[in-house]
C-alpha cells in the first residue's frame, strides 16, 4: 500500500548526540515537510523540500539539518545545537505545488517521539 | 503564524452533529480553506478542502461563508472515534512557500457518550 513512513516510533538520545529521524514515501510527491509539536500546542514547520536536491528552512530550522537525495526520502538530523528537542516530530509530503489541487491535501506519518535523557 | 482562529475546545454528544467554527478574516482570494484533525499522538489526517462554494465527502461537510472569512466544518453524526484536535487552515493552491500548511492550535473536540 502507498503511504508515508517514519521511524523509529520513539527515539530517546543522550544530550549532546546527533539524531536522525527516517521519513520515507511511496506516494511519488515531490513535496515534503518536516514539523515539530510540542505538548497541547500546534505544528510548526522546521524544513521542507519541494523537490529532489532542493529544501528550504521553515520556521524552527535552527538546529536541525536535512538531506533530499532521492525523492522517496527526506531524513531529519537533529543537531546537538537544538536547545530544546524533546517532542513530537511529524513527516509530511503532498503532490507537487501548483499540480491539481484534486491531490492538494497533504500526508503524514504518524510521527517519532524524541526524548533527550 | 497562523492565519485562522478556533475555539480551544468543544462538546458534542455521540450521534449528535458537530459544528466546528472557523475564523480567516484576512482570506485572500486564492487561497484554500483546509481541515485536518489530529487524534492524539498520530500524524494529522486531511478531511475536506474547499474555496468558495461548500463541499462534502465522506468525512464531513464544509460550509463557507459569502465573505469568505468563516466556515464550519460539520461532522453529521459525530462518534467517539471523532475525539481528536481538528485544525483549519488556509493555504494557495501554488507553489512556493505560500503552499506550505500553518497550523494553529486547533480545536480539540471531546464526544462524549
Known amino acids: 500500500d502507498g503511504g508515508i513512513t517514519q521511524s523509529p516510533k520513539y527515539l530517546f538520545r543522550k544530550e549532546g548526540q546527533n539524531v536522525t529521524l527516517s521519513c520515507e514515501q511511496n506516494l511519488n510527491h515531490d513535496a515534503m515537510y518536516w514539523y515539530r509539536q510540542d505538548p497541547g500546542q500546534g505544528l510548526r514547520l522546521i524544513y521542507y523540500?519541494?523537490?529532489?536536491?532542493?529544501?528550504q528552512k521553515g520556521d524552527i530550522a535552527e538546529g536541525y539539518s536535512v538531506s533530499r537525495e532521492k525523492k522517496e526520502s527526506f531524513p531529519l538530523t537533529v543537531t546537538s545545537a537544538q536547545k530544546n528537542p524533546t517532542a513530537f516530530y511529524l513527516c509530511a509530503s503532498r503532490s507537487q505545488p501548483g499540480q491539481s489541487l484534486n491531490n492538494a491535501e497533504a500526508f503524514f506519518g504518524q510521527g517519532t517521539r524524541l526524548t533527550v535523557v | 503564524d497562523a492565519k485562522t482562529t478556533q475555539p480551544p475546545s468543544m462538546d458534542c454528544a455521540e450521534g449528535r452533529a458537530a459544528n466546528l467554527p472557523c475564523n480567516h478574516s484576512?482570506?485572500?482570494?486564492?487561497?484554500?480553506v483546509y481541515w485536518y484533525r489530529q487524534i492524539h499522538s498520530q500524524g494529522p489526517q486531511y478531511i475536506i478542502h474547499g474555496l468558495k462554494n461548500n463541499e462534502t465527502n465522506e468525512m464531513a461537510s464544509l460550509i463557507i461563508t459569502e465573505d469568505r472569512k468563516s466556515s464550519t466544518l460539520i461532522l453529521p453524526h459525530a462518534t467517539l472515534r471523532d475525539t481528536a484536535v481538528y485544525y483549519c487552515?488556509?493555504?494557495?493552491?501554488?507553489?512556493?512557500?505560500?503552499?506550505?500548511?500553518?497550523f494553529g492550535k486547533g480545536t480539540k473536540l471531546s464526544v462524549k457518550p
Open positions: 523540500s519541494q523537490i529532489v536536491n532542493d529544501f
Open positions: 484576512t482570506i485572500s482570494g486564492n487561497e484554500y
Open positions: 487552515i488556509v493555504r494557495e493552491g501554488y507553489g512556493g512557500s505560500q503552499g506550505n500548511l500553518i
